[in-house]
Nanobody
Framework: QVQLVESGGGLVQAGGSLRLSCATSGFFFSINTMAWYLQAPGKQRELVATITSGGSTNYADSVKGRFTISRDNTKNTVYLQMNSLKPEDAAVYYC?????????????WGQGTQVTVSS
């Protein structure tokens, strides 16, 4: 059973920083793309950032220059460094991975970690 455990969320003042972590457990052959999504109350889930197995990254326009996604392939962990946080960044953040099991590619979601930004 593959599980994604997220941590690092919390309450931060506007302009502050947080680092989210998502550690994976369980067996899979390899992890392809890792990503972070956010979902604000009453809104659809939105893509924040992605990172490929080769380290290529993409970001939503709203977080470019402020957030950095990274991964530690040895630990099978993905991180999201969030700087210069704004109240509109407040949401539940979900990590997502695409992982190979045998020759099949599956996707997995974490349970989410709450980020609250006060003004």
């Amino acid at each position: 059973q593959v599980q994604l455990v997220e941590s690092g969320g919390g309450l931060v003042q506007a302009g502050g920083s947080l680092r989210l972590s998502c550690a994976t457990s369980g067996f899979f052959f390899s992890i392809n793309t890792m990503a972070w999504y956010l979902q604000a109350p009453g809104k659809q889930r939105e893509l924040v950032a992605t990172i490929t197995s080769g380290g290529s990254t993409n970001y939503a326009d709203s977080v470019k220059g402020r957030f950095t996604i990274s991964r530690d392939n040895t630990k099978n962990t993905v991180y999201l460094q969030m700087n210069s946080l704004k109240p509109e960044d407040a949401a539940v953040y979900y990590c997502h991975i695409e992982a190979y099991r045998h020759t099949q590619l599956y996707d997995y979601w974490g349970q989410g970690t709450q980020v609250t930004v006060s003004s």
